[in-house]
């Protein structure tokens, strides 16, 4: 029966979700490390662990090296050290190193992090991804900017969610954005040139470096216009048919490129741009669970609980490969207006009797409830057919349909 250290440090709901299948997985006894005191865990998880260890901060090595050990003498050992935080995943590599514990090493885990590293291995493998400048100056930045003829994007090197993420389509702008905040060599910015196209992403699961399973969405618009816009309600779509030649090119890619940034098991979340001119290009990498919903998607689409393959795949090396039964979607419900509270939802009856029969989940915004300040916005509508077009179809209507005003 392995011993699973399970990393959480927050009770939010997906993260709860992933910890629950974890916990209750067969034949697992697992430990949970959490800046929570055990009496905050929910029930249905607490009942079923073997052991709890409260940290100040999970992201400090030290302090999580230490709640490992601690769990580990208490339960005879640490078989797997797994979390679904993308900020987690350098200091759960370093402390598996550390520990000796199996799993995702410390540079393959910087492969995944730090963004200018990631598009530094994908070119040096001939894979075509964004030209791209990891500037610990100001001076630097901008001798970049001068050799590409046209926007950039502005980024953290090691962001997550498109957090902090910026386009600059003039040199004046740049020099505005870094001169309110300078980068340094301790704080260095990721300057890469802006790609024009679809943006799609690239989802699946891998099981000793052998690609298993994946799936493909498409975002509309782009999750950069859907930063600089904060009004967009916004889309995603699962087409039922993801296997065909016209997602050849990104099947041959994707799978290159993991082998290139040495992903041995787990699940990733590639985002990836169809350019203009019918050229691919990678985006961005990730070693971990998808968020905006695409976790639940995957498993709506498919038909089987994506939360607890991952936890099987996690800790058993196991992946039951499922059948794509549906297509799916999801429209993130965002609110008009400067105000900082929902005043009115508009559209929301007519709603549920031209869409009740393809709503899966929901989680509807009300009246009073203060605005939300992330990209997945005040709520969500997940959708589910056999028929692609028809989720195409109900998810523009939902678009038009559905207004959050704010006052």
């Not at 697992?28 to 709890?52: F, S, Y």
């Not at 709640?67 to 402390?95: K, P, T």
């Not at 000793?208 to 975002?219: D, E, P, Q, T, V």
């Not at 618009?221 to 090119?249: D, M, S």
């Amino acid at each position: 029966m392995p011993n699973v250290l399970f990393v959480a440090p927050y009770t939010a709901r997906a993260t709860m979700r992933f910890t629950h299948c974890a916990a209750t997985e067969r034949n697992v006894r697992l430990g949970l490390i959490t800046h929570q005191p055990l009496e905050a865990i929910p029930k249905a998880i607490r009942d079923h662990l073997a052991g709890h260890w409260q940290v100040d901060n999970a992201l400090d090595p030290g302090q999580l090296e230490w709640a490992a050990r601690s769990l580990a003498e208490r339960l005879g050992g640490a078989d797997r050290l797994i979390g679904v935080l993308e900020h987690l995943q350098i200091q759960l590599a370093e402390v598996r190193e550390r520990l000796g514990i199996p799993g995702m090493g410390v540079d393959v885990a910087k492969n995944f992090r730090d963004k200018a590293r990631m598009k530094t291995v994908l070119r040096n493998a001939g894979l075509p991804c964004a030209r791209h400048r990891l500037a610990g100056s100001a001076r630097e930045a901008i001798e970049f900017a001068k050799t590409v003829d046209g926007a950039l994007v502005v980024k953290p090197p090691d962001g997550a969610g498109a957090k902090a993420t910026f386009r600059v389509d003039r040199l004046q702008q740049l020099e505005q954005l870094l001169a309110a905040s300078p980068p340094s060599p301790s704080n260095p910015v990721l300057l890469e040139e802006f790609l024009t196209g679809r943006e799609r992403t690239f989802d699946g699961a891998v099981l000793n470096g052998r690609l298993m399973w994946h799936s493909i969405s498409h975002y509309y618009p782009t999750p950069l216009e859907v930063l600089e816009n904060p009004w967009i309600q916004w889309c995603i779509l699962f087409p039922r048919e993801v296997r065909g030649p016209e997602y050849g090119g990104i099947r041959d890619i994707g799978s290159r490129a993991l082998e290139a940034l040495g992903l041995q098991t787990g699940v990733f979340h590639m985002e990836w741009f169809e350019l203009g001119d019918g050229r691919l290009a990678v985006s961005e990498v990730a070693a971990r669970p998808p968020g905006a919903q695409i976790t639940s998607l995957l498993g709506f689409s498919h038909g089987f609980d994506f939360y607890r393959a991952w936890a099987r795949l996690m800790i058993h090396d196991e992946f039951d490969v499922p059948e794509r039964r549906y297509a799916a979607g999801a429209i993130f419900l965002r609110a008009q207006g400067s105000g900082q509270r929902i005043t009115r939802v508009l559209g929301l009856d007519q709603a549920q009797k031209e869409m009740g029969e393809l709503v899966v989940e929901s989680n509807l915004p009300r009246e009073g409830q203060p605005r939300g300040d992330g990209y997945e916005g005040d709520g969500y509508v997940l959708l589910r057919h056999p028929d692609t077009e028809v989720v195409r179809k109900a998810l523009s209507r939902l678009v038009e349909m559905i207004r959050v005003e704010t006052e």
